[in-house]
Nanobody, 114 residues
């Protein structure tokens, strides 16, 4: 059973930056893709960014140009670099990975103050 542990969330002012990390308990090479999702209060969980095993990336429209997803296979870690943060980015951010099944982390809170 793979475990995913997110870190790096916190409180930041609008325009600031954060980098989220997602550490996997095992090798991430077996995952077809990994991604970051977020869920704001009263809203559905949405896909923020995704990266495939071949390093192809996808970004949600609201974060394009501001967020960058990357992975370090040697460290078994997924990252999300976030810049120019906005209050609308406030949410719990979840790491996800998929091989034959989906795995989820516990989430990390990101709060952007105006």
């Amino acid at each position: 059973q793979v475990q995913l542990v997110e870190s790096g969330g916190g409180l930041v002012q609008a325009g600031g930056s954060l980098r989220l990390s997602c550490a996997a308990s095992g090798s991430i090479l077996s995952f077809s893709f990994m991604g970051w999702y977020r869920q704001a209060p009263g809203k559905q969980r949405e896909l923020v960014a995704q990266i495939t095993s071949g390093d192809n990336t996808y970004y949600g429209d609201s974060v394009k140009g501001r967020f960058t997803i990357s992975r370090d296979n040697a460290k078994n870690t997924l990252y999300l670099q976030m810049i120019s943060l906005k209050p609308d980015d406030t949410a719990v951010y979840y790491c996800s990975a998929y091989s034959s099944t989906s795995y989820w982390g516990q989430g990390t809170q990101v709060t952007v103050s105006s």
